[in-house]
């Protein structure tokens, strides 16, 4: 009976510890893919004959992985974002932690923005960064204002930061002129 | 098979311990040369011990014991215990004089290694990335410093001066024929003396786990007389010639429109970032990825398309890039000599 209560707890045990190996989960090679996201990104919510367009499809395997996010951390610094939005808070350019989103705070609007560039200041990357890794920045960005789910957001910093790491973040509901695609 | 062959493959490893270039037993500079001295002398106080060890133990299995059923009396030696007393006393006495022996050659190796003074050294600072090694000869006027990556030139019998640090996690800078290995700790600053007497090209390693791509994060050491490091200097501090092909000027293009410009620098060009190595002389080095592949046309074309194959984990992303592109770009980067 022991032996049996025993066998049981430990595949309740492992069992539960399965469900955490997707977090950390990296695909060294990821396939190039010619996704045609750009395209087909909503930036506002105003439509002629006021039939939102379909939501392109989101590889959502960037905003459940631990790793992917805290790639996009590293490429943050690495790619030079924080030169104008000084690690979310803004500067040069428009804060990343608060709920304002002027072009829209889904991924593939979010996608779109960093691909396309934007009026006043944000240049364009495309060719410049591989699309995984645009997917990897556009998770981090998301989860800058904690709309990322808690145990994906990094929670601690590499370096010295005032503010506390992105996982410590409140969420912050997105307002303004979203774009939201209505749903 | 594998019975037959663990010998054999014992007996090459132990040949690769006494013959192989990565040796810390072939001194190439006064430094290590200290650090040899002080193996032997270890080996030679161990081997000894183990030697007689061996032989008490040998002396004690052949002597004859008792057989007999009955337990024999306890008998009285007064002699006997008083040789045992001496002779345990010796040999405590012994070792642990042998011990603060070691100890203080080890204190005095170390002093030695450590300190030297010459007055106007070769500084060079080197920064550990995963996976490879940033080797900057800093000057207070920043046209005169040299970047390069994994391939350390250094004149021959002169000190040099190495400061470390880490751009990421622990690395530890280890060359064995140089010198005695070295933790690199990001956010903290360390300084280390080296010189080499013999001119060579002397491996290196990273020592210390550092990630997926440890084992592929090596340098080398290149140590060449004065006139020719001093040629090296002046040729690495120039930008990267305008390429005069029409093919190595399409290379370029590609360099700064694809996604090589968001890492990596080639001073001359708009190309500015300090993410990889610096690649202005990419075609002076003798190899590529921290020593991972030979500095060939073939093997830049495949390290450029698919770098995750070759060091899977790497920081470098998949280049898919158009075939005609890629020849262009790799032309270009040919001519950065």
Redesign the interface.
């Known amino acids: 009976m022991t032996y049996r209560r025993l066998l049981l707890a430990i595949s309740l045990i492992s069992t539960t510890m399965l469900s955490a190996c997707n977090r950390e989960e990296r695909e060294l090679r990821p396939s190039p893919s010619a996704s045609q996201v750009v395209n087909q990104a909503q930036v506002s919510g105003l439509n002629p004959g006021a039939n939102p367009l379909p939501t392109p499809p989101t590889p959502s395997i960037y905003e459940e992985s631990a790793y992917a996010v805290s790639e996009g951390k590293t490429l943050f610094g690495q790619y030079n974002c924080s030169g104008c939005h000084a690690n979310g808070g803004g500067g040069i350019g428009p804060p990343l932690m608060d709920n304002n989103w002027i072009y829209g705070s889904q991924p593939q609007n979010i996608f779109t923005t960093i691909v396309e560039g934007r009026p006043n200041g944000m240049p364009s990357f495309r060719n410049r960064i591989p699309e995984y890794q645009v997917w990897e920045l556009v998770a981090y960005v998301r989860s800058l204002s904690g709309l990322l789910p808690k145990d994906v957001a990094p929670s601690r910093n590499d370096q010295l930061y005032v503010k506390p790491p992105e996982a410590s973040m409140p969420k912050q509901t997105p307002t303004g002129i979203t774009g939201e695609p209505s749903k | 098979m594998i019975a037959a062959s663990s010998p054999m493959h014992a007996a090459a490893v132990l040949a690769s311990f006494f013959q192989g270039e990565h040796n810390s037993l072939h001194p190439a500079g006064p430094f290590s040369s200290n650090i040899e001295w002080l193996y032997w002398v270890i080996f030679w106080i161990v081997f000894v011990a183990f030697v007689l060890t061996i032989l008490a133990f040998a002396r004690a299995s052949a002597k004859t014991y008792s057989r007999a059923e009955e337990m024999l009396p306890i008998m009285k030696d007064e002699e006997g215990d008083r040789k045992t007393k001496w002779a345990v006393g010796t040999a405590i006495t012994v070792t642990v004089l042998t011990l603060f022996a070691v100890l203080f050659m080890s204190v005095i190796t170390g002093k030695k290694v450590e300190g030297m003074s010459s007055s106007n050294p070769v500084t060079i600072q080197i920064t550990g990335h995963q996976w490879w090694w940033e080797v900057i000869y800093p000057n207070p006027q920043a046209d005169q410093t040299v970047i390069t990556a994994n391939e350390i030139h250094i004149p021959v019998g002169k000190p040099v001066v190495i400061l470390t640090s880490s751009a990421d996690v622990i690395h530890s800078f280890w060359a064995p024929s140089v010198h005695g290995k070295r933790d690199l700790i990001p956010g903290y600053s360390s300084a280390f003396w080296i010189q080499v007497d013999q001119p060579g090209t002397y491996p290196g390693r990273c020592a210390e786990f550092c990630g997926l791509q440890h084992a592929h994060m090596g340098f080398s050491i290149i140590a060449e007389d004065e006139a020719t490091f001093e040629a090296w200097e002046q040729q690495q501090l120039k930008p990267a010639p305008d390429p005069t092909d029409a093919e190595a000027q399409h290379g370029r293009e590609v360099f700064l429109?694809?996604?090589c410009?968001?890492?990596h620098t080639i001073r001359g060009t708009d190309a500015g970032?300090r993410?990889g190595p610096d690649l202005t002389h990419l075609a002076s080095r003798n190899m590529i990825a921290a020593e991972t592949l030979p500095n060939t046309t073939g093997a830049l074309a495949g390290w450029i398309v698919?770098p995750?194959?070759i060091k899977?984990?790497n920081k470098m992303?998949?280049?898919?890039l158009a075939p005609d592109d890629l020849n262009a770009l790799v032309t270009y980067l040919r001519t950065l000599q």
Do not use: A, E, L, W
Request: hydrophobic content about 20%.
């Open positions: 429109t694809h996604t410009v968001m890492c970032s993410v698919d995750q194959r899977p984990g992303t998949p280049n898919p």
